[in-house]
């Protein structure tokens, strides 16, 4: 070691304590800065989380429960609906009822060919073959609404027609429960409403009727029912639209629209408004699927009073009036301007009131016993309202001069009772004659007169219509039988190429038409537009 090594240690040891003090206060004073920025950004985190807002639930009664207060209201008084029915010759395409939950997994349908829905079902639910062979046990759900605490049931024709049991389960049932025998009172066909009763030793809850008239699109309703068998299911909407006629030839099915959830089993249930009032019977549902796709259909409850009231009288049926006339649904502005504001008749049925008045195919009819009509479905809502036997004044307009006549009111359904369906596709030989319309025609011969039924030398038929053309745009068809354009009879290709040369771009155009197939009894109607 030498001897500044050793001065070292000996100053070392000497002043060791004043060493040993100055790291102890080194650390000491790093510790205290580092306690005191430590504190300081605590502090700061602190004083942040001090300034925020807890969070609260807020008390039930601050919520909106008016859905649910209208749902414990009416729910006791829907029912779940099962009905059993036997399908015989299966071979035959089923179709009809969209709720069936039939016992063959493959039968995706009900009814049969010859139930009336049965086009409509095709389209607003789909249609599925069913077995080939053999009669097959079916069960179908649906849902209704008690009205009257006796037991009386509204609910769709379609959920009970054609069956052999019909069992209604109550809400208030435990689950097993085989539920009421029912049975039906009175159906309509027109409207797809049906009455059944139920017999109980109690009086039973029931649900009060609003005035479908008074909604409004845009308000909220909500649909009550049994969808795919789930016993009171609760949905929530607005009213879509009003005055929805979906299916084609039906004047008395005019629907409310709504995008509440609408499935099957559904089907007989009730919409109810904000006041708890039935304002219409779910129906159907517009769907690619079989099931909601936010667009459905209830019977508005003013025409279930109608139909209701009638099928618990001694009848239990409805009657409702006709002349036997027709004419074009939806207002044409074009046929207004061609025949005068009015309703406009298309065809007068042979035999009718109409016809032995003396009404004609063009006649304008402007009002009913002195009151003006403003539409085809006031005429219709007037007449049909008549009781057959009853007589009624019509003013009408022909040709531009005012005139009347005194018809006497038929039964609808023993007016229309025998119309008949579609005939033979049209064929013949002579060369099709092009259109600027956008079609080819040719003449009625004898030969195709026969074969489609209808007096020779009347019309021209239409053999051809051009993708994207006019007469597209109008609806005609190939076989359709063209009879009047404008009010001028067309019997011959020249007569039909004359009128159609004098026309011009932007000129209204009316077409007389009696529709592809159809018999000389089953009608024409107007197609309307005006020439591009």
Known sequence: MDSRESAFWVRFKANRWAYTFTILATLAVGILIGTVIS??????????????????????????????????????????????????????????????QPDNPD?????????????????????????????????????????????????????????DRIRVKL?????GAPGHDAKVIGMDQETDLAVIKIDVDHALPAAKLGNSDGMQVGDWVLAIGSPFGLQETVTAGIVSAKGRNIVPNRQFQSFIQTDAAINPGNSGGPLV???????????????????????????????????????????????????????????????????????????????SPADEAGLKIGDTITSVDGRELKSGDDLVADIASRKPGSKAKMNFVRNGKKQDATVTIADRSKLFASRLGEEDENQGEEEPKASKFGISVRSVTADLADRLNIPAGKGVVVQDVKASSFAEDLGLHRGDVILEVNKQPVNTVDDFSKIEASL?????????????????????????????
Request: proline share 6%; glycine share 12%; charged share 20%.
């Open 504 to 532: 011009k771009s932007g000129q209204d155009v009316v077409l007389l038409v009696r529709p592809r197939g159809a018999r000389a009894q089953d009608g024409t109607i107007f197609l309307a537009g005006t020439l591009p």
């Open 273 to 351: 408004n904000m006041a708890g009032e039935i304002i219409g019977i779910n129906t159907a549902i517009l769907t690619e699927t079989s099931s909601y796709a936010g667009v459905g259909f209830a019977m508005p409850s003013n025409t279930v009073a109608q139909v209701y009231n009638q099928l618990i009288g001694p009848e239990h049926r409805v009657a409702r009036g006709s002349i036997g006339i027709e004419f074009t649904a939806q207002p044409d502005p074009a046929i207004a301007r061609i025949y005068g504001t009015g309703v406009t008749i298309s065809n007068v049925i042979s035999g």
């Open 107 to 163: 039968d995706q349908g009900g009814g049969d060919d010859d139930s009336p829905f049965q086009d409509f079902f095709d389209k607003f639910f789909g249609g599925q073959g069913g077995p080939e062979a053999g009669s097959i046990r079916q069960r179908s759900l649906g849902s209704g609404v008690i009205v009257d605490s006796k037991g009386y049931i509204v609910t769709n024709r379609h959920v009970v027609e054609k069956a």
């Open 39 to 100: 504190y300081g950004v605590k502090g700061k985190e602190g004083q942040k989380s001090s300034d925020a807002t807890p969070l609260t639930v807020p008390a039930p009664q601050q919520l909106s429960n008016i859905f649910s207060q209208i749902s414990k209201q009416l729910e006791p008084t829907v029912v779940n609906i099962n009905t059993e029915s036997t399908i015989k010759n299966p071979h035959r395409r089923l179709r009809g009822n969209p709720h069936a």
């Open 171 to 175: 809400q208030d049932e435990p689950a």
